[in-house]
């Protein structure tokens, strides 16, 4: 056991220095990313162009050698674009389900709250129950399924404000923020040549990851830790300084 926890510890630090070459100074998000991956949950980063956020999330692809499929939202994009479509097919006298960019192990959701309230609904049934529904059928999403959405702050031009029910469905939101000057210097000479994501190398894989989802559930948690959690939860609820 202690050797496979061991080994387990060894990946996320792997895939931890991945992010942290290609996203400078940002130790504390990329921990948090890291945390809501192996929860299972999903992200929502609030922040405006140029932090480095889909950099952050194409990097987390490709260092657990995983699908990854980008939807860039804007109001013209439909709920079909995202989950797919039964097609008829003349030869086959049938309908054919086209998948979507859903049907990925992660799936960036860029500038999400420029999509209209119809089309961010299309992602509720995948974000709770990871699986979607087309013309009457269902239709399982891979394993791990990850969404990492991506907002600009509400009074940009042209956003809309995401739903309570799917604010919901998000483990966590956070922001990166601007890098200090010293970090930003360091990524301008960084990216001198080429940019550290076009030579970022694979550590590790989905079944690791699926792997290590399956240790965390394995974590024991005591009873008086739960109930902590409870009466802070309830807490919210009631508090006049919180606005639900």
Do not use: W
Not at 67 to 88: A, E, H, K, W
């Amino acid at each position: 056991m202690e050797t496979m926890i061991r080994e387990d510890v060894q990946a996320l630090k792997r895939i931890q220095a991945n992010l942290e070459s290609c996203i400078l100074g940002k130790t504390d998000e990329i921990a948090l990313l890291l945390t809501a991956m192996l929860a299972g949950g999903h992200v929502l980063l609030e922040d405006v162009p140029g932090t480095g956020k889909t950099v952050l999330i194409k990097a987390l692809a490709k260092s657990v050698r995983g699908q990854f499929r980008r939807i860039q939202c804007n109001p013209d994009l439909l709920p079909t674009d995202i989950t797919g479509v039964s097609i008829y097919h003349p030869k086959e006298e049938a309908f054919i389900f086209r998948p979507g960019p859903i049907m990925t192990h992660i799936l960036l959701a860029d500038e999400i709250n420029r999509a209209t309230t119809k089309t961010q609904s299309a992602l509720l049934e995948a974000m709770e129950e990871r699986h979607v529904t087309v013309d009457g059928e269902t239709y399982e999403l891979p394993k791990p399924f990850l969404l990492l959405a991506t907002q600009n702050p509400i009074d940009f031009e042209g956003t809309y404000t995401l739903p309570e029910a799917q604010l919901d469905r998000f483990m966590m939101k956070f922001s990166l923020g601007y890098p200090d000057a010293e970090t930003e210097t360091q990524m301008i000479v960084a990216q001198n040549v080429t940019h550290p994501l076009d030579t970022l190398e694979a550590v590790s894989g989905v079944e690791q990851i699926l792997a290590l989802q399956h240790q965390v559930k394995l974590v024991h948690l005591d009873e008086a830790v739960a109930a902590y959690l409870v009466a802070v939860s309830r807490a919210t609820r009631n508090h006049p300084a919180v606005y639900l």
